[in-house]
């Protein structure tokens, strides 16, 4: 039969092997193909390792090239770092742009030294421990007026009998711990009838301090997350004062103005002290 005739002969497809089911686990099979990608991939990496240990051997510990002095190693990645052929800008611009951002971290830092200070409200540092603790009871900013008739009204105004209390220094307390509640309806219709309002029995008192532990435990993870809050503004408001710092300094340097302080105690500048 001649080659042409074989050629025009169909012929049985032969495919390669499938992956067995109880090795399906293992992934998959490698083919034929996928080692022969393998390994030429493998013998061009050696031929790259052979080449650069030959190039290693026989460097010039004495050479020396112009892009040297352009060029570093970056010692975070171990990578060369060389000039990228991009153009450097001019001392003005840079100075422009460092105004600009010093201008944009200047609106930020009063920004958050302005939410700092709006969630610092009802709030105290510790001189020992340095913590912020919450305020206990009124800040003491708020008021209560009284009007009156006349001067002579106003004159033998007593504040303690108006208040409901004994003496002054109860008066100064928060009006919400020494003014009495009003009797509800029911214990004022008791009392006209010469009955004793009804005594609450154990279980309404344990309910009532259930729920009285319940609003002091919300009450206390408020305070907990408002001073998480303020300290996190103040890291925020430190971070913000020191890259304005950084700026100016840098900007100082450019303009050649940086200064200093001498043995003396006195801040001087650098074109200052030149003259």
């Known amino acids: 039969m001649s ?24 992934g998959l099979l490698e083919k034929n193909k996928d080692y022969k990608l393998r390994a030429k991939d493998h013998k061009e990496k050696q031929k790259r390792l052979k080449l650069l240990r030959q190039k290693a051997v026989d460097r010039n510990p004495d050479e020396f090239s112009f892009g ?9 990645t171990g990578t060369k770092r060389g000039d990228r052929g991009n153009e450097a800008l001019s001392n003005d611009v840079v100075k422009l742009l460092k105004t600009q951002d010093a201008g944009y971290i200047r609106t930020m830092l009063q920004k958050v030294r302005k939410e700092r200070e709006k969630a610092e409200e009802g709030f105290v540092l510790d001189d020992e421990e340095g913590e912020i603790e919450a305020l206990k009871g009124r800040s003491g900013k708020g008021k209560h007026t009284v009007f009156v008739g006349d001067k002579q009204e106003q004159s033998s105004f007593q504040p303690e009998e108006w208040f409901g209390v004994e003496d002054e220094e109860r008066l ?3 009006w919400s711990r020494q003014i009495k509640k009003p009797k509800n309806k029911h214990e004022d219709d008791e009392m006209a009838d010469g009955q ?13 301090a259930k729920e009285e532990r319940r609003i002091r435990k919300m009450r206390e993870q408020a305070q907990e997350h408002k001073r998480l809050k303020i300290e996190a503004l103040k890291n925020r408001e430190r971070e913000l004062m020191l ?27 650098v074109r200052e002290r030149k003259r």
């Open 68 to 76: 040297m002095l352009s060029s570093g190693i970056n010692k975070a």
């Open 243 to 269: 890259a304005e710092q950084e700026i100016e300094k840098q900007r100082a340097n450019m303009s050649n103005t940086a200064g200093g302080v001498n043995k003396n105690g006195v801040k001087f500048k």
């Open 3 to 26: 080659s042409s005739m074989r050629n025009a002969v169909q012929r049985r497809n032969h495919r390669e092997r499938a992956q067995p089911l109880e090795r399906q686990k293992w």
């Open 196 to 208: 004793p309002p009804k005594k609450t029995t154990p279980k309404d008192d344990a309910s009532a």
């Open 172 to 174: 100064m307390k928060p």
